[in-house]
């Protein structure tokens, strides 16, 4: 049973940074490719950033040059460092496998919210 937890949001300004944490508990991490996803309020799920076992990254455009995934397999989590926030990307952040399978769980999340 796969096990997601996600830290690390919070209020910050318009320009401003945070960085994401997700730690997965029960799965084999090292060999999933791991995506962080965003949920705005009345919106879709969408994922925003891609990291698989190789290291290859993968970025939404509306978040390239902004936003860096990365992982820690000795940790089992994997981070999202979003710079030059935007009011835009306010959401709940989620992680989870890529690709997604309806039989994953998903984990609490944890809202980020970017004042203007």
């Known amino acids: 049973q796969v096990e997601l937890a996600e830290s690390g949001g919070g209020l910050v300004q318009s320009g401003g940074s945070l960085r994401v944490s997700c730690t997965m508990s029960?799965?084999?991490?090292?060999?999933?490719?791991m995506g962080w996803f965003r949920q705005a309020p009345e919106k879709a799920r969408e994922l925003v950033a891609t990291i698989w076992p190789s290291r290859f990254t993968e970025y939404v455009d509306s978040v390239k040059g902004r936003f860096t995934i990365s992982r820690d397999n000795a940790k089992n989590t994997v981070y999202l460092q979003m710079n030059s926030l935007k009011p835009e990307d306010t959401a709940v952040y989620y992680c989870?496998?890529?690709?997604?399978?309806?039989?994953?769980?998903w984990g609490q999340g944890t809202q980020v919210t970017v004042s203007s």
């Open positions: 029960g799965g084999s991490f090292t060999n999933y490719a």
């Open positions: 989870n496998r890529v690709p997604y399978r309806p039989s994953d769980s």
